[in-house]
């Protein structure tokens, strides 16, 4: 395996470490901004659960379930790698995710919120629920990047090479 100390360095989203981190950031920016719209993350119901149905969401779900496993045959191997490997294709499975569901957004965009009535037009429990799914995400982010001694920052700015969403929290 070649390792490229130049790219490690590199504030960059090529770089795998701070693509991670950043994608943490991400996540912890979209939890805060719930927070501040009043939509703090809750206990979802089974029956909540069951309005995650994009494919996305359920694939991105049953490799959640799948980190245990993982972080199991990392440590009895003595490959710390793996840990690297699955939480970088976690992080690029969900900013795939969150990039192409622009129309249907985790969280009411400020233009909807600005016309009277709004709140009867929006899906709360689908947004509970994305935002448990969410809060789960980010946990097994800090934790692989702990293992892996990186740290887990809850806010970054914006590398160069980001391509900014419209209504895109940072």
């Known amino acids: ?8 360095k590199k504030k960059s989203l090529d770089n795998p470490v701070f693509y991670v981190q950043y994608g ?14 009043g939509l703090a993350s809750e206990a979802v119901s089974a ?21 245990p496993e993982v972080v199991a045959n990392a440590a009895a ?3 710390p790698h793996r840990i690297a490997f699955y939480v970088q294709e976690l992080a690029r499975e969900f900013q795939s995710y969150f990039t192409r569901l622009k129309a249907d957004p985790i969280l009411p965009p400020d233009s909807l919120r600005r016309e009277e009535g709004w709140e009867g037009r929006w899906d709360f429990p ?15 982010y800090a934790n692989a990047l702990a293992l892996l001694g ?6 970054m700015d914006r ?11 940072v």
């Open 47 to 67: 029956d909540g659960w069951k309005s995650l149905v994009h494919a996305d969401e359920l694939a991105i779900a049953s490799r959640l379930a799948e980190y």
């Open 150 to 155: 990186v740290s887990a920052p809850e806010r």
């Open 77 to 79: 191997a003595r490959e």
């Open 126 to 140: 689908k947004t509970a629920a994305r935002l448990a799914w969410i809060q789960a995400i980010r946990i097994v």
């Open 1 to 8: 395996m070649d390792f490229d100390i130049d790219l490690a």
């Open 24 to 37: 943490h950031a991400r996540l912890s920016s979209i939890l805060r901004k719930a927070e501040s719209m």
């Open 159 to 169: 590398p160069a090479d980001a391509a900014l969403v419209e209504g895109e929290p």
